[in-house]
């Protein structure tokens, strides 16, 4: 197998990518009673659901939804993201265009 740069850079892109989605992660801390998550955090949450799910495997504090959150605002961004995920809504209709 032949290492070239431009594997090299796509690896570096996927690992930076990682670290990135990682970041904050459902269950991590970040946020308490006094500070719950909202909307934003629901659809942060919901597009990086099928890594926090692999996560929560291996490690027991980190899990697919926030215990703390402002309730149907968080829910909504959260389903909004799982059911949309990165454009996947868009997708679907140039598919159907063609």
């Known amino acids: ?3 070239t740069t431009g594997s090299i850079k ?3 892109l996927v690992a930076i990518a990682a670290l ?3 970041g904050c992660l459902p269950g991590d801390g970040s946020y ?3 500070r719950p998550a909202g909307i934003f955090s629901g659809i942060w949450h919901g597009w990086i659901a099928p890594i926090s ?3 929560s495997i291996f490690k027991d504090r980190i899990a697919i939804y926030e215990p703390n959150n402002t309730g149907f605002w968080y829910d ?3 389903y909004a993201a ?3 995920g990165f ?3 868009s997708l679907a209709r140039k598919k159907r265009r063609e």
């Open 87 to 89: 454009g996947g809504f």
């Open 1 to 3: 197998m032949r290492v």
């Open 76 to 78: 909504f961004g959260f």
């Open 53 to 55: 799910l692999v996560i």
């Open 32 to 34: 308490s009673a006094d």
């Open 10 to 12: 796509l690896f570096l």
């Open 82 to 84: 799982i059911l949309g």
């Open 20 to 22: 990135l989605l990682t």
